[in-house]
């Protein structure tokens, strides 16, 4: 069961957990990192693909409601986000994993994780329990007692997908999260995530096209902060062709579907 105020346990129902439409997003003064973008996703591991400098964590911060839209329209669980929004209200609801996270490092793990509970303002009798819960869900109970500090950085992953589940969301947000896991913690975190799929939305930025063929119930690809391709992992194989470079058909898929954007020969 979510954890939630009393005023939100009553269940509602959307349309779409996310939904996009024009959406712009700015980085900087100048530069349009997501670039109208239209999108609508509901329950379900969405992967969000695309190459180094596509806008994939500029568009995840703007769902994290970190940066703000500076065209079009951004609903999330049926808000608008803009200056009118109670963006604590809309933020108990979504858990969010960015690339790299501070933490003290003198904190236990589950400390850490209490603190992130704190903070998503969970009430104060529902915190023992689903912190426990996140911390055995990513295999941490062993290290629970253990100081953030003597953690190796697969495990610091670990603790940050645990923060980032600990209120149950409904939309979840993760940046990058299988950085420094091991392929048998890969393995685990593509379980994980096709056991929350079922009734959250969880959207992953990754360049590992395994989790995405393996977790995700559909693909985002993302280039040059544009839309070129969304559909199941096996459509994106079928994008594909013997000729294009990569291992695999989902791979090969990408690269057809990138070729003339990124250059055949580019890293």
Not at 57 to 74: D, E, F, K, N, W
Not at 89 to 113: D, H, N, S
Request: charged letters at 25%; one cysteine or more; glycine letters at 10%.
């Amino acid at each position: 069961m979510r954890t939630v105020e009393a005023a939100e346990v009553a269940p509602t129902t959307y349309a779409w957990e996310i939904q996009a439409e024009q959406l712009k997003v700015r980085v900087g003064r100048k530069r349009m990192a997501v670039d109208g973008l239209d999108v609508a996703l509901s329950t379900g591991v969405h992967g969000l693909l695309g190459p180094n400098g596509a806008g994939k964590t500029t568009l995840i911060r703007a769902l994290a409601t970190v940066l703000r839209p500076a065209h079009g329209s951004l609903t999330l669980l049926g808000d608008t986000v803009g200056a009118s929004i109670d963006l604590r209200r809309l933020r108990r609801r979504i858990g969010y994993l960015p690339q790299t996270f501070g933490y003290y490092k003198r904190f236990t793990v589950r400390e850490f994780v209490e603190y992130i509970a704190w903070l998503k303002e969970m009430p104060k009798q529902a915190v023992p329990e689903a912190v426990q819960r996140a911390i055995e869900r990513v295999g941490l109970a062993d290290r629970a007692g253990d100081k953030m500090k003597t953690l190796s950085g697969g495990m610091v992953r670990r603790v940050g997908i645990a923060q980032a589940i600990v209120n149950d969301p409904q939309i979840l947000l993760l940046d990058e999260p299988t950085a420094g896991l091991d392929p048998a913690q890969r393995v685990r975190f593509r379980e994980l995530m096709q056991e929350l799929g079922r009734d959250t939305c969880v959207v992953v930025s990754t360049h590992l096209v395994e989790d995405v063929a393996t977790a995700c119930t559909d693909v985002i690809l993302f280039s040059a902060g544009k839309l070129v391709f969304q559909g199941t992992p096996d459509d994106l194989a079928g994008a594909g062709s013997p000729e294009d470079t990569g291992d695999s058909p989902i791979e090969r898929g990408y690269s057809a579907l990138l070729g003339d954007r990124v250059g055949r020969d580019s890293w």
